[in-house]
């Protein structure tokens, strides 16, 4: 079925957005997640998300593919590919929130124990954001 989704993913430390989409999205739900589809004319892209009780996956499709995989807690892996090659990132979820309609999310990018850059990504079902 089709439902107004609002995304947003913000860099921190300088607070900019990095990914913002307000508009319909194909969503299926089910016991167990939610699948998000989400197809943007411009600039051109797909984002596919599978979003579980404590843990998601993005998958980002434009000039280059990032997976960004998400559990409360944990730390997780992240791959971008673009024609130059493929890098695998280190992440940490210090935060992974979902409730009804939303879900929110505060990880940050690792090089071993040390914390790289820190980002949120907020997903509201059914209206925007304010």
Known sequence: MKKQVCLVQRHCEEDTVLLSYEGEAQVEIDDRKWSIFIQNIQPAYELNLHVYEDAM??????????????????????????????????????????????????????????????????????????
């Open 57 to 130: 996956i993005l998958d980002h499709l434009s000039q280059q593919h990032t997976r960004l995989s998400f559990r409360k807690g944990h730390q997780t892996n992240a791959h971008v590919e673009n024609e130059m090659g493929k890098i695998c990132l280190n992440m940490r979820t210090y935060q992974y929130e979902k409730t009804k309609n939303s879900v929110f999310v505060h990880y940050a990018i690792m090089n071993g124990d040390q914390v790289c850059d820190t980002f949120e990504l907020t997903i509201k079902m059914g209206g925007g954001m304010k």
